[in-house]
């Protein structure tokens, strides 16, 4: 597969997990608590220590803002494409160079996500790393339970 469709596709498939994030964890379109109340009570059920607390929040924060940065690059980029496909010819390089700057937000965004993962495991004990993981297999979020 070219460069130029796997950083479309990965550009499509990021803004798609964006949009599902979106909607599942901050309820959207629906009143609800906001994201910070939701990481409390997650906390809370793992019965974290200030220490812990203040890292997972740390943690979300930053990926939420990473996150954000790559939505809004994902969204100013398609002005790039539309530039590209309007010619008469097909302009590869900048479809190239547009497909390398989504493969590297996507990346990014991974690499930021897997170091916050394993600070947070580091910093949980056995129990709360278990009851975390049988609160992602729920099908329904504890954290989200009034």
Do not use: K
Not at 4 to 13: E, K, N, R, T
Not at 54 to 69: K, N, P, W
Not at 102 to 128: F, P, T, Y
């Amino acid at each position: 597969m070219n460069g130029v469709l796997l950083g479309v596709l990965l550009a499509l498939a990021l803004l798609a997990l964006l949009r599902g994030l979106r909607a599942l964890a901050w309820r959207r379109g629906r009143p609800g608590p906001g994201r910070r109340l939701l990481a409390r009570r997650l906390l809370r059920r793992l019965d974290a220590t200030p220490e812990q607390e203040r890292l997972l929040l740390e943690e979300l924060d930053a990926l939420r803002a990473a996150l954000r940065e790559a939505r809004e690059g994902l969204s100013a980029s398609r002005d790039e494409l539309a530039g590209a496909l309007e010619g008469d010819a097909l302009d590869r390089d900048a479809l190239d160079a547009l497909g390398a700057r989504q493969v590297a937000r996507v990346e990014a965004v991974r690499r930021l996500a897997s170091d916050g993962l394993a600070r947070i495991h580091a910093a949980l004990d056995a129990g709360q790393r278990r009851r975390l993981a049988e609160l992602l297999r729920a099908r329904r979020p504890a954290c989200a339970a009034r």
